[in-house]
């Protein structure tokens, strides 16, 4: 177990166009040369009036449009949007939306250019893997704060024929430009808002919950962003609170929660996103809800090896001074698992009726995708994901 900050790369070409009323720079940031296609979801954007204002923006370019793209989008939905990419001959793509949104136009500007059957940019038993290496340029306008996609070069794409939800990423799949407008958050219900501040929560624990390296740096940042959440949240939830400031350090924080800043020579685990993946695909609940039911599970499970950042998780983000080391430990256990409850997101199976039968159909996926070695140090075993499915019940 190497000790020591890992050598690193820092690249992120993503400029960030941040604060009120910045979509009507589409008209210049979006090159006006280009054939772009804009993408959305299931109508949120026309229903709340961004769409309008974003036609407004592009009304000097020459721009055609696809909505429809799901939340935890699909493999199905997308490749009818790249045929008409193209079919038509669109050369930039605009995502309007969350982070289903974005991640799918990523597929689609990574499909459209790919040599092979795009089914073969994901790897995982389902296809051959095969490294992305040129995309169509596209930008963001983000809705909804929670995936960090408008800032990095992920994405997760469901594929239902297979039911399987995998990710893909190259570094040419960053967007070109992303605008946050905070108040575009303030049409988000409770659930989506909630998902948001868990999603980043645990995105940032994914970066940070590991073994010590001594990245102070890393790990200042994480504990930063982690208390910021665990402020702010409660008030982020209540939809009717339109603070600006409020919002507007909900969607930084949730953006740099996973920007390729926390994790630059430290290790990661992602574990609890690869079991989470799997109960969406096959019980469709919530990418953000099932981070909550899998983590607090994995946390105590996986105490022992993840003891040394459990306790500084414990002293420097819940301020726990008081008992023993393993008293700390548990008590900051506790208070995640209370933190995910009292934004309204239950931390086991039984609260969306799912019982035992779970756990084997999950551990199968599991195995199915090859996840039979994963975690910080590659030591988390099927039997080790089926203690913390079982955990959770
Ligand atoms: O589809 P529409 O009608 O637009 O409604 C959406 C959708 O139903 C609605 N919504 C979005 N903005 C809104 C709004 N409603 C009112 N007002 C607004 N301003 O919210 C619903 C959920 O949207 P979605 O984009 O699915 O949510 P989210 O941003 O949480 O994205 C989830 C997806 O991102 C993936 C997840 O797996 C999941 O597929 N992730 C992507 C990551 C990445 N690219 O780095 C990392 C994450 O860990 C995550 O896996
Ligand atoms: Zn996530």
Request: negative net charge; hydrophobic residues 40%.
């Amino acid at each position: 177990m190497n000790k020591e900050i890992a050598n690193f790369d820092y690249y992120n070409p993503t400029r960030i166009v941040f604060g009120k009323d910045r979509i009507k720079e589409l008209s210049t940031l979006v090159p006006t040369n280009k054939k772009v296609l804009v993408l959305y979801g299931g109508g949120s954007v026309e229903r709340f009036g961004t769409l309008a204002k974003v036609r407004e923006a592009l009304s000097g370019h020459t721009f055609g449009e696809f909505g429809g793209i799901e939340a935890n989008p699909t493999y199905e939905t997308l490749i009818k949007a790249v045929k008409l990419v193209k079919e038509e001959g669109f050369d930039y793509l605009l995502a309007v939306g969350g982070g289903s949104v974005i991640d799918g136009t990523k597929f689609i500007a990574a499909a459209a250019l790919f040599d092979e059957e795009p089914i073969h940019i994901f790897g995982s038993g389902i296809g051959k893997g095969i490294p992305i290496t040129k995309a169509l340029p596209f930008g963001t306008v983000l809705t909804l704060p929670a995936t960090g996609s408008e800032m990095n070069s992920g994405g997760v794409v469901s594929i239902v024929a297979k039911k399987a939800k995998l990710g893909f990423g190259s570094a040419v799949t960053f967007p070109q430009f992303s605008i946050l407008e905070p108040e575009l958050t303030y049409t988000l219900p409770k659930r989506q808002l909630a998902n948001g501040v868990i999603d980043s929560f645990v995105h940032i624990m994914e970066q940070y919950m590991t073994y010590p390296v001594g990245a102070m740096v890393q790990d200042r940042f994480a504990e930063g962003l982690l208390e910021t959440l665990i402020e702010i949240g409660p008030d982020v939830v209540d939809e009717s609170n339109h603070d600006y400031n409020l919002r507007a350090n909900f969607m930084w924080t949730a953006t740099y929660a996973l920007n390729g800043t926390l994790n630059k020579g430290v290790p990661g685990d992602w574990a609890s996103h690869s079991l989470g993946h799997e109960i969406t695909a096959l019980y469709h609940i919530d990418h953000a809800r099932t981070l909550a039911i899998v983590l607090p599970s994995l946390l105590e499970i996986r105490k022992e090896q993840k003891y040394g950042k459990l306790l500084q998780y414990a002293e420097r983000v819940w301020h726990i001074t008081e008992g023993t080391d393993d008293e700390k430990v548990q008590t900051a256990i506790d208070k995640t698992r209370a933190f995910f409850e009292s934004l309204g997101a239950p931390t086991h199976f039984s609260d969306y009726e799912l019982g035992e039968e779970v756990v084997d159909a999950l551990v199968s996926q599991l195995e199915s995708h090859g996840l039979t070695a994963i975690s910080e140090r590659g030591d988390q075993t099927p039997e080790v994901s089926r203690e913390i499915y079982k955990n959770a019940l």
